[in-house]
């Protein structure tokens, strides 16, 4: 080895998580039906609690039924891209990256990919539950419309935006005496 190579050592608990990281991710997009089915079960169990209509959920195929025995009964697929690991998974690459670069954050960075996990599947439930709700106040189409297009869509973006900020936030901010992430 020269004098200009540069031997970066990693500890293998880094390596370990970035590895936990990298499956996770993986796992994601290759077992994106397990994930979508247990989403939309949230979803189901979230819409029944605060729906005085019938819910129903279609786990084999990734629906969440609402508003049944209403005027507005509506039938909600989850597709991969409406689901909250189409957000997730680009984070975790980024985390993995960010602990390969700087070891010593790894535990910032494992804590912030939580929050903005949290967050995110969080803001996808709140976007469920106001397609929903506008279904419900609106009518099936206009509902739906206002519910999946607009505000949905804002709902979307404002909720990663907050996500995406604080996972940048909280991995890379340091504090006093702070060494070790």
């Known amino acids: 080895m020269s004098a200009t190579d540069v031997a970066v050592h990693r500890p293998l608990p880094h390596r370990l998580t970035i590895a936990l990281l990298l499956t ?3 796992g994601l997009v290759v077992g994106h039906l397990a994930y979508q089915t247990a989403e939309v079960g949230l979803a189901g169990l979230l819409l029944g609690l605060v729906s005085s209509s019938g819910v129903y959920v279609a786990a084999g195929q990734q629906t969440v039924y609402f508003g049944l ?3 507005s009964p509506l039938g909600l697929t989850m597709t991969p891209e409406c689901t909250s690991a189409f957000l997730l998974v ?3 690459l980024v985390g993995a990256l960010l602990i390969g670069l700087r070891p010593r954050i790894a535990g910032r960075v ?3 990919l939580a929050v903005a996990a949290a967050i995110l599947i969080g803001v996808n439930q709140v976007r469920i539950l106001t397609m929903a709700t506008l279904v419900s ?3 099936t189409d206009r509902g739906y419309y ?3 297009t607009m505000v949905g869509s804002v709902v979307s973006v404002f909720g990663g935006a907050i996500a995406l900020v604080l996972f940048v936030w909280l991995a890379t901010r340091s504090n006093a005496g702070d060494t070790d992430g």
């Open 24 to 26: 996770v991710a993986v």
């Open 69 to 71: 025995g209403s005027a």
């Open 90 to 92: 680009p984070l975790l």
């Open 110 to 112: 494992t804590w912030s």
């Open 137 to 139: 106040w609106l009518g």
């Open 146 to 148: 206002w519910g999946h």
